[in-house]
């Protein structure tokens, strides 16, 4: 009974050796962005469907990545939540190129596409529009403070252009963003 004891924990061993090299790449190159987020939204175009359309607003984005063998260069995923007053929400989701020009310095490169929302009860008549925001972005992350082996503080800023597609009258057909964020990257 002990040899076949043995013998089983003797053929477990490489496959668990191999697991632990996949979870060791994995934690080498995967990141983890966690930020909240406050940006200002503007019609792009001021001839267009609501060329005085501003709006200020707060929400949070996930961004996970991974890097690829080349050293700079990575992948990544992202989503992202802003409710702009109390009218206006937007969810996305994002994929792109994720840049590392310097060790604490991330540059995001990439695409996004979601849907937003207008409601405002107290017009007459009462809005409610939906469109469908598709574009692309480019945003940076600078990480601050050490708060473990990877663990640290960040900070960041991303700039989108979107056009609007189903927008109403009371939305533009393309839109620009500012956002900054402050969180933490794993």
Not at 19 to 32: D, N, Y
Not at 47 to 70: A, H, I, K, M
Request: charged fraction near 15%; hydrophobic fraction near 45%; aromatic fraction near 8%.
């Amino acid at each position: 009974m002990t040899r076949l004891l043995l013998s089983l924990l003797a053929l477990t061993l490489p496959a668990s050796a191999q697991a632990g090299r996949r979870a060791q790449w994995l934690h080498e190159r995967f990141s983890v962005e966690l930020q909240l987020v406050g940006g200002w939204r503007a019609a792009a175009v001021t001839n267009s469907r609501g060329s005085g359309f501003e709006v200020l607003g707060g929400g949070g984005e996930l961004v996970l990545g991974l890097d690829t063998p080349v050293p700079w260069l990575g992948l990544f995923v992202s989503g992202r939540f802003v409710g702009y007053g109390i009218k206006q929400y937007q969810g996305d989701a994002g994929l792109g190129l994720l840049f590392h020009p310097r060790d604490r310095i991330h540059v995001h490169v990439g695409a996004s596409c979601g849907v937003l929302h207008l409601v405002d009860n107290k017009a007459v008549p009462a809005i409610n529009e939906n469109a469908i925001p598709i574009g692309g972005f480019l945003g940076t992350t600078v990480e601050l403070f050490r708060l473990g082996n990877r663990l640290s503080t960040a900070v960041s800023a991303r700039f989108d252009v979107v056009d609007l597609l189903g927008a109403g009258a009371h939305l533009p057909d393309t839109s620009i963003t500012l956002s900054v964020g402050a969180g933490i990257h794993y």
